[in-house]
């Protein structure tokens, strides 16, 4: 993928951070394994970052660690650890899911995490302007798949479309589509709407929080 | 829940389960995932499936088979781990072999270490050798070198690798090479940390704020944020500040 990347070395120099911080941030966790790219340069291997994600997961440690310890923290922002408790009855309470959500919501009370994060993928197309039905086949995709829930890095949901058009016939087709990056669609399909799993769940949880 | 205590010193069998005390002074298997609060193994014991326990210690021959998760592994004969370690403190006084990685709070290596992947701790301490075959990561890495040891990376906060003492009574290392005396050496391909002092080490790449390469080292490529000191006796490719 051709997704922005920086160099540790300018990971460190920009956010000051240092190496120890680094190390110890990455063994509890809190920055996953998977987006330390190691890559060939000139000067010989070098690791690099998701530029985007380490930036912004940078700026959350730094600002929740204030009041967090290292592992309160990584109960929030590691991707690997969904909350497994979480039972929410009023899911449009979280701003990932919000009003938008209600349409989506297919019981009273009682959500989980994994129910929650599929509500929110719902809500995010919906707010990008998808019809909701359309909005709910995310909705059913991201509820039955629920190891994606729980290790959502690097993994996209999204809405394809594809047009066909024959004879005294016009047919426009949606399907939802789960998958590791690289996702790809044919060349007469088009990408609807597409959510970045991991930064999904990432919201939810930290909603989740603030509602606490 | 506290289970039944088992004891096998002779040749004997069990199957896995929930245990209080599990000693093999004998020979002894253990069939099945296991958890138990101790487990001493002084003879030759066996354990083939998963193994949590608070403390386990094995001065005689150990192997487990899969994962094992525990408070203290203390071996002081030969243990072999062909799976994952989940081990708050480790003491390997004896040979210690791990099959998966490692991950934990301490580590103190004062016989052999051998760990196939990464080994992740808050402090890492070595009087004795180890290979890693991953990255070896801690707040604090302290090495003293005795023979010869190797990792892919070291990386953390406070990397401090020291020759073996005698060293310090003024001879030269770069002398105690050319005459292959038995010096320890540590062979690395990339480290990187906040403040890092080498010593008898070759390395590709050494990453640091304060950067301190001492006697007998070769290095590559040193980059440096704050500052860099070179011994004489060492050789330093490049020289970068940042």
Partial sequence: MDEDLIAKKDVLEQTGISYGQLYRWKRKGLIPEAWFIRKATVTGQ??????????????????L???????????????????????????????????????LMWKDRGYTFGELVALACGAHALRAGTRPAEAKLLVDLVRAAEEVVRAPTGITALLGEKSIDGEGLAVRLTVGVLGHEPVRLDRESRVKHRVDMEKIAEQVKLALREVA | MEGQNISISGSGRV???????????????????VTAQEIRVSGSGRFQGEVKAKEITVSGAGKFTSRVEADVLVTSGSCG??????????????????GGSFHGHYVRVSGVLHVARDLEADVFTSSGRFEIGGLLSADRVEVKLVGDSRAREI??????????????????????????????????????????????????????????VGPGCRIGRVEYSESLEVHPEAEVGERIKR
Avoid: M, W
């Avoid at chain 1, 070098?46 to 600002?63: W, Y």
């Avoid at chain 1, 990584?74 to 938008?100: R, W, Y």
């Avoid at chain 2, 781990?81 to 791990?98: C, F, H, M, N, T």
């Fill in chain 1, 65 to 103: 660690k204030e009041e967090q310890s290292l592992d309160e923290l990584v109960q929030i922002l590691a991707p690997e650890s969904a909350p497994e408790t979480v039972k929410c009855d009023d899911p449009t309470l979280l701003a990932p899911v919000g009003a938008e959500g209600r349409k």
């Fill in chain 2, 81 to 98: 781990i062909d799976g994952d370690a989940e081990v708050k403190e480790l003491r390997s006084s004896g040979a210690q072999r791990i």
């Fill in chain 2, 155 to 212: 990386g953390g906060e406070n990397i401090d690798i020291r020759a073996s003492s005698g060293l310090s009574f003024g001879f030269s290392l770069a002398r105690g090479f050319r005459f292959g005396l038995g010096i320890g050496t540590l062979t690395v391909g990339e480290v990187e940390g906040d403040r890092v002092h080498l010593e008898a080490t070759t390395a590709d790449v050494v990453r640091g704020k304060v950067v301190h």
């Fill in chain 1, 46 to 63: 070098e690791t690099f970052f998701p530029r985007e994600k380490i930036l912004t997961r940078i700026e959350q440690i730094r600002s």
């Fill in chain 2, 15 to 33: 199957s896995g389960g929930e245990y209080g005390q599990v000693r093999i002074s004998g020979s002894g298997k253990v069939d099945g995932d």
